[in-house]
């Protein structure tokens, strides 16, 4: 409403104008000043997650558009905005990741935007919110860790696997002086435009479009962003046919929008996604909100480990009130590796999780697991969730999708074997799987088994 009341201002009927400004004080402004006086860390206004950023810049876009009205009540919603909204804005600290996922980051980082844009224009200031920890390096990340297909790393409740087309990147790419942002999301916007799926803020990339041109630099081989969730990025050359490309994650399962998917990965190579995450289900699901250890939300199949590139002991949950961390890394290696210790995603089942992403060379990675066990009766299962059709033999695995195929090897323990079952939701009241297999692996009679499971694009 902001935004249309300024632009059209000059030929909207007088009763029409007063309409909205009457509107927009009597049904926004004066309800976020009671929020701001009275609401509680929870509330719409204060919250740490991507509501905060969202809310708080519909007002203040309100603000602005009657301050000639309401000059005091426009400056202390100002004011207060800027005071609240970095209980969200802290989380991307250090490198930008936003915790709740890709879908979240386009729509926080989308008012965000906004919010930047009129702060700076109307008063050449944005009162530090761009110099927040983390903010600057948010677009950067998001465009690195898109992979060589065009495809983002779906975690949490993010159901799309196409970048962001809000023009958030030209905004920044101005801001921040970064040209190869606006060069990658000019490629994004074709895509967009050409397929006619045009998006809520899309009118934004004309008066923001940015022609700035930038000479990319190559991709390091291994890229840690630091975060809530720890994103860990390898990159095969991209000139080597079969090169390897893999994301993968730590995390905080009871924090906002998160699922039981700490230590998953996703793997491509030749533009094919090998392992996947089948994002979001229905939010109206019974306790889709419990993130307790024993919430309703984790019977739910895509909000389990179950559904996701990563261990489960003894077929049970991981537990959500544990947390993944990076443990060690090593990016100038000539293998370059990182280890995340996941012990206490698995705490009443183990004494310790370790899991270790080496690259061997540009086609092959190896994945490691190091599970130390109450007991030797206990078993560790292994398992990725795949769209390809999937050839069992023994302890080797081919998939084969759109004419290329990829291996999945265990070169330990010896006896271990694969199986494959089809995806299946638990409910009728969860969204519909089709076309997805599991396939898995599972070892036992250890007290602390070591799982090496070999990734190769040859």
Not at 6 to 13: E, G, I, Q, R
Not at 144 to 155: L, M
Not at 338 to 362: C, E, K, N, W
Not at 429 to 437: L, N, Q, R
């Amino acid at each position: 409403v902001a935004i249309g009341y300024d632009w059209l201002y000059d030929v909207l009927a007088p009763s029409t104008r007063q309409l909205v400004v009457h509107s927009i004080k009597t049904k926004a402004l004066d309800l976020v000043v009671e929020e701001y006086k009275n609401g509680n860390a929870d509330s719409w206004a204060k919250r740490e997650t991507n509501w905060n950023v969202v809310c708080n810049t519909g007002m203040v876009l309100g603000a602005l558009a009657i301050e000639e009205h309401y000059p005091e009540l426009a400056k202390h919603i100002i004011s207060e905005a800027a005071r609240y909204i970095p209980n969200c804005l802290k989380h991307f600290a250090p490198d930008g990741v936003c915790y709740e996922g890709p879908a979240y980051w386009g729509y926080t980082n989308m008012y965000l935007s906004l919010l930047l844009k009129a702060l700076n224009d109307n008063f050449g200031e944005d009162f530090g919110l761009s110099k927040m920890e983390g903010v600057d390096k948010s677009v950067l990340y998001y465009m690195h860790s898109t992979s060589p297909s065009g495809k983002i790393f779906n975690f949490a409740n993010s159901g799309s696997t196409a970048p962001a087309a809000e023009p958030i990147y030209f905004y920044f790419s101005r801001a921040f002086n970064q040209p190869e942002v606006a060069a990658f999301y000019r490629k994004v916007l074709s895509k967009t435009v050409q397929g006619g799926n045009y998006f809520r803020f899309y009118f934004l990339s004309i008066p923001w479009y940015d022609t700035a041109s930038s000479t990319a630099d190559a991709l390091p081989k291994l890229k840690v962003y630091e975060g809530i969730n720890d994103i860990v990025v390898f990159n095969g050359n991209r000139n080597i046919p079969n090169s390897l490309y893999l994301i993968a994650k730590t995390g905080d399962p009871d924090m906002a929008h998160q699922q039981l998917d700490i230590g998953t990965f996703i793997v491509e190579t030749n533009g094919i996604r090998w392992t996947d995450d089948l994002g979001t289900d229905n939010y109206s699901l019974p306790g889709f909100w419990d993130y307790k250890p024993d919430g309703q939300r984790w019977t739910y199949f895509r909000n389990s480990n179950f559904s996701h590139n990563t261990l489960s002991i003894d077929h049970k949950l991981q537990n959500s009130a544990g947390t993944g961390e990076i443990d060690r890394q090593d990016d100038k290696a000539a293998q370059p590796f990182v280890t995340m210790d996941m012990s206490t995603a698995y705490a009443g089942q183990s004494r310790f999780v370790y899991r270790t992403f080496r690259m061997l060379d540009d086609t092959r990675i190896l994945v490691t697991d190091s599970v130390g066990l109450q007991n030797p009766s206990q078993s560790v299962q292994w398992s990725v969730i795949t769209s390809a059709d999937v050839e069992c033999k023994g302890n080797t695995a081919v998939l084969r999708k759109d004419g290329k195929s990829f291996s999945v090897k265990i070169a330990s323990p010896a006896h271990a074997s694969f199986t494959t079952k089809a995806a299946k939701r638990g409910t009728e009241a969860e969204k519909p799987i089709e076309g997805y297999t599991i396939l898995s692996a599972s070892v036992s009679g250890e007290p602390v088994q070591v799982i090496k499971v070999l990734l190769s694009g040859e």
